[in-house]
């Protein structure tokens, strides 16, 4: 289906925007401004944009997983809160509890970020149970990695799915690496198969294709929304960095890494589709690409000026109050 | 929100008191721990105190009223920025919500009843008019989720066996029957996949009772326990919070080897973010799970195999008890014996015996161990200024270790006797009756445990 114009362009905005925070996350955290582990989402912005394109603010939720930045800017948490998060800043979005790997913003139907590999399919699959009881016509879709495909939470989430028929869509991401171990050695099988077992349809896209990622995902939810259960989809995603920033990816050849930035680019491959069908041209898309760099030298500039949690916060947030 | 003040309970036993004369008018300005009234029971006249700081909005019981029930609002507290015209629009909800808690029951609806908010107020004291009904445990339970589920349309029940069968241990009998399968719902054998969905399903709005079909089984899930439930408040800044209970029986039951009876109590009274409750008599386990599922925060909430079958008497009236208050089963003087869940009525034998041999033992429920009732527990001490603490977990860095280190550090000088442990025995449950009985908790231990911290033979 031929996306608009405005689709396009804010399709480009959040895959250039997320691709442009990690990379400056990636500087940032060698300077040594920058605290913790980052896991930097670079390589697979289609996927994340391509499911979130679909998924309403209010009513539609996504559980996330340790490389989350992405996920989180494609569903519409405010970057300049994101970053204020990972530099630990009373502004974050869970001001300074959470960090990189629990970034939550519920309000925009963000579940979290989740540390704990497999941590978030039943979390999601939750969302998706109460979108069903309550009837919001909400779909919830959780994004899992190829390490987390093995965990039993995902195995369980998957039959639980299809036993209370939920409005879901998982959504695999399989980058071709468990943390440093390759899914040819530690992922038996095929994952979208999984889902056939289960009884429910899957497909398998090519994730440095947004428009290949943006149809399947529109005929996943689609189906959720309208009561038609839950589905998989499988997408081939290309990591440009390590495990974490700074992780020196011995595990990797050089023939792979430049052959994953040169040739399975999505945002190169998205610039190539849209100007060669004239769909939008260059010189836009460039200033969008201007407009985004200036978004993240103003999130960090304000991130490193912003204040740290105040001490008396330590204790606050722990325990809920009665109302 | 303005704050009520309650007719204060000045004895286990009071039911009226006199407002014998206010301190303040209104209008003043309090802080708390101002004396605001001279409160006069037929055993002592004692200062009531501010426990929070605001402007009086209300005297609502003059000056000199006798017999003013327990519990009753004598006075209202504005916050700042409050008005009188808020207390009269908040005076008239209450009326109304009086009104209609007074009326009669209605039948059940084919609509969910609304999603309310939660207040629980202090230990309900039950006058002498109050009647009882003899309940099992199991039923008490029972009762306590069809009354919320009830009153909440949000509450859902969710675990292996709890619908058609009725639930393992036969808690939820009669439940699919009233709310049906949207809100009884059969989970597959999947303890970490659904303990997450619960979760899952409090994050994004609903109101989950998770039974696990023994909390042996949770350890599959704990990691959602903790991980999700638990810290995800605190990770997301405030944001998310999940008001979800989890359920079902803790400890060793009866032959059934290690792998089916082990206490988690000390395991999950660890983790800040969770309530932790094992009561032991039916009345405290209906009050206290209707407290929780009312509570909105993740409750880990350890009910007792061999205490389901146990009746005693349950109050008819509608009740919820607080969460975080012991409760004093028996009045002592020379020792307490601290304890909860089953091992209360391990104390309550013991204490028996103790007396006849001349030793006055108090007996202490915990019912709430996190969070833990640190007054009652360093009060008994002082009164008897011996302790004996008992559990059924294993005792390295469980719940009694917690009791005798707070003991220590809050209590120490009262004491006369080192505090004395007695817990499951360091090993995992062995599955011959004999062994089996020699590693759990019984009378004779906490009785010769109660004369070695009273040096009797």
Same mark, same amino acid.
């Given at each position: 289906m031929q996306l608009s114009r405005e689709e396009l362009l804010s399709a480009y905005t959040r895959m250039r925007t997320i691709r442009e925070f990690e990379e400056r996350l990636?500087?940032?955290?060698?300077?040594? @401004?920058?605290?913790?582990?980052?896991? $930097?989402?670079?390589?697979?912005?289609?996927?994340?944009?391509?499911?979130?394109?679909? $998924?309403?603010?209010?009513?539609? %939720?996504?559980?996330? @997983?340790?490389?989350?930045? !992405?996920?989180?800017?494609?569903k519409g948490v405010d970057v300049k809160g994101m970053m204020a998060e990972i530099y630990a800043k009373s502004t974050g979005v869970c001001g300074g509890k959470g960090g990189s790997m629990h970034i939550a913003d519920l309000d925009k139907g963000m579940l979290g970020a989740n540390a704990i590999v497999g941590g978030a399919p039943p979390l999601a699959l939750g969302a998706a149970l109460t979108a069903k009881t309550l009837k919001t016509g909400g779909v919830s879709v959780p994004f899992i990695g190829d390490g987390a495909a093995n965990q039993g939470t995902v195995a369980e989430a998957m039959n639980m799915a299809c036993v209370l028929n939920l409005p879901m869509v998982f959504m695999f991401e399989n980058n071709g690496y468990a943390e440093f171990t390759a899914a040819s050695y530690a992922t038996a099988g095929s994952i979208e198969a999984r889902a056939k077992a289960y009884g429910m349809p899957g497909t398998t896209?090519?994730?440095?294709?947004?428009?290949?990622?943006?149809?399947?995902?529109?005929?996943?939810?689609?189906?959720?929304?309208?009561?038609?259960?839950?589905?998989?989809?499988?997408? @081939?995603? %290309?990591?440009?960095? !390590?495990?974490?920033?700074?992780?020196?990816?011995? %595990?990797?050849?050089?023939?792979?890494l430049k052959s994953v930035r040169e040739d399975h680019d999505v945002l190169n491959n998205f610039r190539d589709r849209v100007t060669e069908a004239a769909l939008l041209d260059q010189q836009e898309l460039d200033a969008i690409d201007a407009e985004v760099l200036t978004l993240m030298d103003e999130a960090v500039a304000e991130a490193m000026a912003a204040p740290d949690p105040m001490p008396e916060d330590l204790f606050t947030d722990v325990y809920n109050t009665y109302q | 929100m303005s704050i009520s003040i309650l007719m204060p309970a000045l004895s286990p036993t009071m039911e009226v008191g006199t407002v014998a004369k206010w301190l303040v008018k209104e209008g003043d300005t309090v802080r708390a721990g101002d004396l605001i009234a001279e409160i006069e029971t037929d055993k002592?006249?004692? *200062?009531? *105190?501010?426990? #929070?700081?605001?402007?009086?909005? =209300? +005297?609502?019981?003059e000056g000199g009223t006798e017999n003013v029930p327990v519990n009753q609002v004598i006075a209202i507290l504005l916050e700042d920025g409050e008005d009188a015209a808020a207390l009269m629009a908040e005076a008239s909800v209450e009326a109304s919500t009086t009104a209609e808690t007074a009326a009669p029951a209605a039948p059940v609806e084919a609509t969910a009843p609304q999603p309310v908010a939660a207040s629980i107020p202090d230990d309900p004291e039950f006058g002498p008019d109050a009647t009882y009904t003899e309940l099992t445990v199991r039923e008490a339970l029972r009762d306590a989720m069809a009354e919320e589920m009830r009153r909440d349309g949000d509450v859902f029940l969710m675990g292996e066996e709890v619908a058609q069968y009725q639930g393992a241990y036969k808690v939820s009998q009669g439940l699919l029957d009233e709310f049906g399968p949207k809100r009884v719902i059969d989970t597959p054998i999947t303890e970490h996949g659904f303990a997450g969905l619960s979760t899952g399903a409090a994050f994004a709005g609903l109101k989950p009772i998770v039974e696990f079909m023994t909390f042996n089984f949770a350890m599959q899930a704990i990691d959602h326990i903790i991980n999700s439930a638990a810290k995800t408040r605190y990770m997301s800044g405030g944001q998310v919070t999940a008001p979800i209970v989890f359920r079902g029986p803790n400890g060793p039951a009866a032959r059934v080897g290690a792998q089916h009876s082990q206490c988690y109590a000390g395991w999950y009274a660890q983790v800040p973010g969770l309530k932790v409750i094992a009561p032991?008599?039916?009345? #405290?386990? &209906?009050?206290?799970? &209707?407290?929780?599922? =009312?509570?909105?925060?993740?409750?880990?909430?350890?009910?007792?195999? +061999?205490?389901?079958?146990?009746k005693f008497d349950v109050p008819e009236e509608d009740y919820v008890l607080p969460i975080g208050k012991a409760k004093t089963l028996r009045?002592?003087? #020379?020792?307490?014996?601290?304890?909860?869940?089953?091992t209360v009525g391990t104390a309550l034998e013991a204490a028996d015996q103790l007396a006849q041999e001349g030793i006055s033992a108090e007996v202490i429920d915990l019912r709430t161990i996190r969070p833990l009732d640190t007054q009652a527990i360093i009060d008994t001490v002082k009164k008897t200024n011996r302790a004996v603490v008992v559990e059924q977990g294993w005792a390295t860095c469980g719940v009694t270790a917690e009791l005798s280190a707070l003991i220590m550090e809050e209590a120490f000088d009262w004491l006369d006797a080192p505090v004395k442990r007695i817990a499951g025995a360091d090993i995992p449950m062995p599955y011959a009756a004999n062994l089996e009985q020699l590693a759990t908790v019984q009378v004779a231990d906490i009785v010769r445990a109660a004369k070695d911290v009273c040096y009797r033979e």
């Open positions: 990636n500087v940032e955290f060698q300077k040594g @401004t920058v605290p913790g582990f980052i896991h $930097l989402y670079s390589g697979q912005e289609g996927i994340a944009v391509g499911i979130c394109e679909h $998924l309403d603010e209010d009513r539609d %939720y996504i559980g996330s @997983t340790h490389r989350g930045h !992405g996920h989180c800017i494609a896209v090519a994730g440095d294709d947004f428009f290949a990622v943006h149809e399947a995902a529109r005929e996943a939810i689609d189906r959720a929304r309208n009561g038609g259960g839950p589905s998989v989809i499988e997408a @081939t995603a %290309y990591r440009f960095h !390590g495990h974490f920033s700074g992780d020196p990816q011995v %595990y990797r050849s050089a023939e792979e | 002592a006249t004692m *200062e009531l *105190e501010a426990v #929070d700081e605001g402007t009086v909005g =209300r +005297l609502v019981v032991y008599s039916a009345a #405290d386990a &209906k009050g206290l799970l &209707k407290a929780a599922i =009312r509570d909105p925060n993740p409750v880990v909430f350890l009910e007792h195999e +061999l205490l389901y079958g146990h009045e002592g003087t #020379d020792v307490s014996l601290i304890s909860f869940a089953y």
